[in-house]
Each structure stands twice: as C-alpha cells, then as structure tokens.
C-alpha cells in the first residue's frame, strides 16, 4: 500500500467491514449509509452476511464479523455492546393483484382469518406479531400456507399468490410504491424487540467501521419510522 492509502485507512476515508444482518430488514438501512459516507468522500466495502441474530453473533464473538443488525441478544450479553438503532412496525400487505377481496368493503380481522398467510418460522417478530394480533382479537389464528425466512421468497409469495402477509413497515411501504403490494388497514399492535447496533464490548472499532456506525443511527430511525401510507380498505 502507498502512504496515501495507509494514512486513509487510518483516518478511516477507506476502508472494508463485515456486517451481521438479519432478515426482513430494508436494504436501504445499509446502502444509504453507504451513499451518505461516499457523499462526505468516504469510500468502504461492505460483505453482509444475512441470518438469525444467535448464530451471527457467534460470528461477531469470533471475528468474523465487524458488527450485527439485529435485535437484542441475551446470549452472551456481557461480551456485547448493544445500542439501539430503531424500533420496527409491521403492516398487514397483500399482492396488489389480490383476486380474492372485495375493493369496496373494509376488511376486519375475522376476514383476514379467512384467507391464507405466508409467515416467518416460529419464534420470529413477525410470526409472534401475527399470533398476538388475532389471540387479543379473540379470533383463531388463520392458517399458515407458508413459512420462510427467506425476503426474496416472501416477496415473490405476496405477488404472485393470494395469501396476506406481515412486513416491517419500511419493506411495505417500498413494495407499496413499486405497486407490487398494498397495504392493510389491520392493527398490528405488537411491537418486536427493536432493531440493535452489536458490536464487541471494550474493543475499539477500525475508523471505517466507527464511521459506517455513525451514518447507521442516522439512517436507521429515518426508515423504519412508520410513514403515513395510505391503507387499503379492502
């Protein structure tokens, strides 16, 4: 490396980090970091690594990550620094090609429980929030046509098949304005755990990554903050 590039990395103006992410979070929550650090000149290559929090954080602890987005970790909690970054919302979404509801009636919680939802596994945020949203309803929890983990397989689900689903908020409304789902007009009122910076505790962060960090609390909260989307009544 030249001197020149040496002092960059040093002064954290290049740089390369890799991230723990889980899924179901917006895209835009890393590459606007990215776009607003190149627009102040900074220049970082990102690897991200997408998974659950537990395993990635096994990651972090043995140095193959920088830092995790994910939510709060009670495993390993003493070797952890965990800042918040943002709470997410979810809303209720289906294909905006949807055959089965009737655009002039409102749709309720014992209509959605007619049809059929695509879920995330057991244990996640958006299938407690699904749980939750229809036990304190006092209504039967619809049936579950599929389970995955998988964004792109969700995605490709709720546009091309008649089933509902639960997104965060963010997702939701960027498929709403791609015209690829609309957006229910159903109380989703659980709350995950929110959505955390992790890094390891008492170890100084490279430049590049302390300065990625930065730009992340700045973005973060501007995204997953629920919007005035305008809901479906379906």
Known sequence: RTRDEIDAIVAGHIGSMRIGAIAFLAPEMITQSINLLAEEGISISVEVHEGTTSPLVSQLLSKELD????????EHE????QKLLAQQHFAAVI???????????????????EFPWIVTPPRTAARQALTDMFVHA?????DIR????????????????NMIGLLPYSLA?????????????????YQPAPVMLIRRRSE?????VQRFCDALFKIAPILEAPKKTKAVHT
């Not at 830092?67 to 009670?74: A, E, H, T």
């Open 67 to 74: 830092c995790i987005i994910g939510r709060y970790s009670f």
């Open 78 to 81: 003493a070797e952890l620094d």
């Open 95 to 113: 294909s905006s090609r949807h055959t089965g509801l009737n655009p002039d009636r409102q749709i309720s919680l014992a209509d959605a429980a």
């Open 138 to 142: 006092g209504l039967r929890v619809p």
């Open 146 to 161: 599929m389970e995955t983990a998988s964004m792109e397989v969700m995605r490709a689900a709720l546009t091309d098949c």
């Open 173 to 189: 409304e960027q498929y709403s304005r791609l015209g690829l789902v609309r957006v229910l007009d159903l109380p989703v009122g």
């Open 204 to 208: 100084p962060a490279l430049p590049s």
